[in-house]
Antibody
Framework: EVELVESGGDLVQPGRSLRLSCAGSGFTFSDYAMSWVRRAPGKGLEWIGF??????????EYAASVKGRFTISRDDSNNIAHLQMNSLKTEDTAVYYC????????????WGKGTTVTVSS | DIVMTQSPLSLPVTPGEPAFISCRSS???????????LGWYLQKPGKSPQLLIYLGSNRASGVPDRFSGSGSGTDYTLKISRVEADDVGVYYC?????????FGQGTRLEIK
């Protein structure tokens, strides 16, 4: 069974950094792109970015709202993806979901349960 | 960026009745390879989103056949043939044609 488990969510002050992790199991992790999506309180889903699989160069793409502040990386030997978040803003407060992106068909086909990030002084 | 616009934003439905959710994209999500890079997701209360439909009309594994997707170009529809109480939540369309990947605003389905 496919499972994605996020960790690392916390309460953090504006301007500080936080790193989220996503552990995947039940599938060949290296075959898939890994994506992050968030849902802020009272808002809808917002795609943050993804990292392609090595076959596709392990390249990254980001939403404009986080580009230059957030970095997605992957460690295929340990089946983990990371979301490094720097210069956090109050508007980054959200539930962050790790998700599996299916290449070629280009959609998200599996989601983690999410981890909560609260940015507040 | 491709803007995804859903309607209605709120949808009260009587159990057993059909429901339709519309999603319009600001530019076509139909690729030259013939694929429509449009997916539908449901986020039930307190849960993470789940995939319902991919490539416009393909039902994901385990999704009841009450759910169907249709459309082409810039206009897509999710149909629930007979709504059940378990279908409550927020429905999102998403385009996967190009980055940034974008979602519709969401349609909240509630039971009358």
């Amino acid at each position: 069974e496919v499972e994605l488990v996020e960790s690392g969510g916390d309460l953090v002050q504006p301007g500080r950094s936080l790193r989220l992790s996503c552990a995947g199991s039940g599938f060949t992790f290296s075959d898939y792109a890994m994506s992050w999506v968030r849902r802020a309180p009272g808002k809808g889903l917002e795609w943050i970015g993804f990292i392609r699989s090595k076959v596709y160069g392990a390249t990254t793409e980001y939403a404009a709202s986080v580009k230059g502040r957030f970095t997605i990386s992957r460690d295929d030997s340990n089946n983990i993806a990371h979301l490094q978040m720097n210069s956090l803003k109050t508007e980054d407060t959200a539930v962050y979901y790790c998700s599996r992106w299916k290449h070629v068909q280009d959609h998200i086909d599996a989601w983690g349960k999410g981890t909560t990030v609260t940015v507040s002084s | 960026d491709i803007v995804m616009t859903q309607s209605p934003l709120s949808l009260p439905v009587t159990p057993g009745e059909p429901a339709f959710i519309s999603c319009r994209s600001s530019q076509s999500v139909l690729h030259s390879n013939g694929n429509k890079y449009l997916g539908w997701y449901l986020q039930k209360p307190g849960k993470s989103p789940q995939l319902l439909i991919y490539l416009g009309s393909n039902r994901a594994s385990g999704v009841p056949d009450r759910f169907s997707g249709s459309g082409s170009g810039t206009d897509y529809t999710l149909k629930i043939s007979r709504v059940e109480a378990d279908d409550v939540g927020v429905y999102y369309c998403m385009q996967g044609l190009q980055t940034p990947i974008t979602f519709g605003q969401g349609t909240r389905l509630e039971i009358k």
